[in-house]
C-alpha cells in the first residue's frame, strides 16, 4: 500500500445543533358526555399461510451462500366484504373473502471463486488449497397470489352502501294538450311530457390492510452444480462444488388486520386527565401571548 496516496473527494462536514426547549400543554379534551368518533374498526385478524417455489438462477457460480435478506411486499389486498362463509366462533355465516398479491425481495449474497492458491505460487483454477473470490448478489422477486376467506370478529361487520334502484314518479294529467299542443285523441292517464326520477348512491368506506407480523420459512431442496463444460463455454471460470441454480421451498406466514373507518360512540363518564393548574393555565396564556 502507498501511504503517499491521499483521498481528495472525500470531505466531511459537521455541526453541533442547539438545544430548543419545550412546555407542555394540558391538552383540551370533553370530559364528560357521549360523543360519536370515527376511527378505524378492526373487522378481522388473521394468520395467512402462502407456500410457493422458487427457483432462482445466479449471475455467478457460487461457492457458498453467505447472507439472504427478505422483504415481503403486497401489491393487492381487495375484500369481498359479504362472501357468506360460516363463521364457527359466532355460529353464524358471517365474512367475506380476502384477495391478495405480492412478492417477497432476496437479496442473496453468495461467495464466487476467481481463484485458488496452489504450493507452487501460481493461481489458477484448479486444485488450490487456498479459495479466493469476490462477494456478489443477486436480488430475485418471488410472486405469490392467493385468496382466502376470512372470518369478522363476532359483534362486528363491514357497514356496506349500495345503490338504490332508480324510482321513477309518474305525473297524472288528464289530457287535453300534450307538448306540441292539443292531444291527440285526448287521454287519462300518465304525462309523457315530464320525466321524475330519484336515485340513492350510498358511498362505503374502503378496507384498508395492516400488516402485523411476518414469518418466512425456507429449505433449500435443490442446488444445479456447474458443469466444466458449460461454465467453460459461458467464458466463467469452474471450480468443483459451485453451484449457479437454486430450487427453494418457501412458507411465508402473514399476520394481518381488516380495518374500516367507522363511526363509534364514546361514552365518557368522567375526567381521565388531572385538570391543569393556576401556574400551567399562566404559563399557556403567555404563550398565546409570546405567539401573537
Avoid at 23 to 39: C, E
Avoid at 116 to 140: L, P, W, Y
Avoid at 265 to 290: D, F, M, Q, V
Wanted: proline share 3%; net charge negative.
Amino acid at each position: 500500500m502507498n501511504d503517499n496516496t491521499t483521498c481528495t473527494n472525500a470531505k466531511v462536514e459537521s455541526k453541533t445543533l442547539c438545544v430548543c426547549p419545550n412546555t407542555s400543554v394540558h391538552p383540551s379534551v370533553i370530559h364528560r358526555g357521549k360523543i360519536v368518533v370515527k376511527i378505524p374498526v378492526v373487522l378481522s385478524e388473521c394468520f395467512i399461510q402462502i407456500d410457493t417455489e422458487a427457483c432462482i438462477e445466479l449471475e455467478h457460480p457460487a461457492l457458498e451462500i453467505k447472507r439472504i435478506k427478505k422483504d415481503v411486499i403486497l401489491t393487492q389486498a381487495k375484500l369481498i366484504p359479504f362472501a357468506s362463509n360460516y363463521n364457527k366462533y359466532c355460529q353464524r355465516f358471517e365474512g367475506g373473502k380476502l384477495f391478495l398479491k405480492g412478492y417477497i425481495r432476496k437479496n442473496i449474497e453468495y461467495a464466487t471463486v476467481e481463484c485458488t492458491n496452489r504450493t507452487d505460487g501460481s493461481c489458477c483454477c484448479e486444485g488450490g488449497k487456498v479459495v479466493a473470490g469476490d462477494i456478489k448478489h443477486t436480488t430475485a422477486y418471488v410472486k405469490f397470489h392467493c385468496v382466502t376467506d376470512i372470518d369478522y370478529i363476532c359483534g362486528v361487520k363491514p357497514v356496506v352502501k349500495y345503490r338504490e334502484p332508480t324510482k321513477q314518479i309518474e305525473i297524472f294529467r288528464n289530457c287535453q294538450y300534450n307538448c306540441f299542443g292539443k292531444c291527440t285523441p285526448e287521454y287519462i292517464g300518465s304525462d309523457f311530457c315530464q320525466y321524475n326520477s330519484q336515485e340513492t348512491i350510498g358511498y362505503t368506506e374502503g378496507f384498508d390492510i395492516e400488516l402485523e407480523d411476518i414469518d418466512i420459512t425456507e429449505i433449500d431442496l435443490e442446488k444445479h452444480y456447474c458443469v466444466r463444460e458449460a461454465t467453460e463455454e459461458a467464458g466463467l471460470s469452474y471450480y468443483p462444488g459451485t453451484f449457479n441454480k437454486l430450487v427453494e421451498k418457501l412458507a411465508l406466514n402473514i399476520k394481518l388486520k381488516v380495518l374500516q373507518e367507522q363511526q363509534v360512540k364514546i361514552y365518557s363518564h368522567g375526567s381521565w386527565l388531572p385538570k391543569a393548574t393556576e401556574e400551567e393555565n399562566e404559563t399557556e396564556e403567555e404563550n398565546k401571548t409570546e405567539d401573537i
